[in-house]
């Protein structure tokens, strides 16, 4: 498809929809940036701004760093395309994504990712480990999924959002990772926790003996009582600004290199 036929929505959509395809966009092309897309395999979902039942998704084929905020596609709770853009929608993605913003309303952004850190701990029995201070934030709201096969099945749905319960955090076993939010920019954060807390363990978990218990003789366990309190810290480590503090930092970095996500 011809990427120079995408026709500007600025001025065609709300002001607030336009907000929030302006930060989807560059959530996509962060995922890129920071090398956790997998290929075009993964997405990110966010409601329209003053509906209940219509979403953003990514335009199904169009790498990350390409997508810009007219090129999104708005989808109902079904996944069926609500304007006439020519790409089609993942039907994987948004069979996880439907699901759960169908019951979790305080969940603006649905974000899922495969990157090899995230799928290589869930794929370890034990899961997250206690082992970083990023592990601890993600600990302190984290579910688990077991995995069912590629998520295309829609009696699927009421065991994934019945795992991830009210949790920020969930894992997707043998799959990856997946994080909600009240906005882009709440969802991003929680991932790039996520994200390196899964990588920090790969590397911990690298670099002990290769004992079956690695836990008990090589690596070092944070107190659970420390984890009960980690909400709380995280509040006030941002000042109570949550993502808040480094969207904006965030949306600086991308503008420097390419600007053309806000187009």
Not at 7 to 34: P, T
Not at 62 to 89: C, H, Q, Y
Not at 135 to 162: C, M, N, Q, T, W
Not at 172 to 183: A, E, F
């Amino acid at each position: 498809m011809d990427m120079a036929e995408q026709r500007s929505l600025k001025g065609k959509v709300s002001d607030a929809e336009w907000r929030v395809r302006v930060d989807l966009a560059a959530c996509y092309r962060l995922i890129a940036h920071f090398h956790w897309d997998d290929l075009v395999f993964t997405h990110v979902t966010v409601r329209v701004p003053g509906t209940t039942d219509q979403f953003l998704i990514n335009p199904y084929g169009m790498m990350f760093d390409e997508i810009t905020a007219s090129s999104l596609v708005r989808i109902d709770l079904g996944g069926n395309k609500l304007d006439d853009s020519p790409w089609p929608v993942n039907p994987a993605g948004f069979t996880i994504h439907s699901a759960i913003h169908a019951v979790r309303h305080d969940a603006s952004c649905v974000l899922h990712t495969h990157t090899l850190n995230g799928v290589a701990v869930s794929a370890q029995r034990e899961g997250l480990l206690p082992i970083s201070q990023q592990s601890i934030f993600v600990l302190s709201s984290l579910a688990y999924h077991d995995y069912e096969g590629p998520a295309l099945r829609d009696d699927e749905k009421p065991r994934l959002v019945r795992d991830l319960g009210d949790k920020t955090n969930l894992m997707l076993r043998n799959h990856g990772l997946l994080t909600v939010g009240p906005s882009v920019a709440d969802a991003f954060l929680a991932m790039y926790i996520f994200e390196a807390s899964c990588a920090i363990q790969v590397r911990a978990m690298a670099g002990a003996s290769g004992a079956a218990d690695v836990m008990a003789k090589d690596l070092i366990a944070i107190d659970p009582r420390i984890i009960a309190g980690a909400q709380a810290q995280a509040k006030q480590v941002t000042h109570s600004q949550g993502a808040g503090l480094v969207w904006p930092g965030l949306l600086r970095r991308l503008d420097r290199v390419d600007s053309s996500y806000r187009t």
